[in-house]
């Protein structure tokens, strides 16, 4: 018998923008409250000019689309504080994660952000 193990939570300390670049257009999941909402990876920004002089990785972005032709509450909030599952390094735990308006060039559907300052 084979025995596998789930990945704990990374630490927000050490997540960086490397770890998601090769991720874009995955499928994540937020997971708030007893709900769970599929989302996908549309975009991962670096911010070099918001690091601060003790800095120890660059800031990035990421934003993600979902589909509104589902039924979620997750949908209808502004901001929410979330688990994120979808790294094979393991999950991304107690994230603040706010709806933001849908960006040019991007497709019809809702929208999320995590900033990693």
């Known amino acids: 018998m084979t025995e596998t193990t ?29 709900h769970s909402l599929p989302v996908t990876l549309v975009e991962c920004r670096e911010n070099p000019d918001g690091a601060g002089p003790d800095s120890t990785r660059t800031p990035f972005t990421l934003v993600f689309h979902a589909s509104t032709k ?27 994660i706010q709806r933001i308006l849908r960006p040019p060039r991007l ?3 809702a929208y999320f952000q995590i900033v990693f300052g």
């Open 70 to 96: 589902q039924e979620n509450p997750i949908l209808n909030v502004k901001d929410l504080i979330a688990d994120m599952h979808g790294l094979e390094q393991g999950s991304v735990d107690t994230v603040s």
């Open 107 to 109: 497709p019809a559907g």
């Open 6 to 34: 789930t990945p704990g939570p990374l630490s927000l300390a050490k997540i960086t923008a490397e770890i998601f670049i090769p991720r874009l257009e995955s499928t994540f999941i937020f997971s708030a409250q007893n």
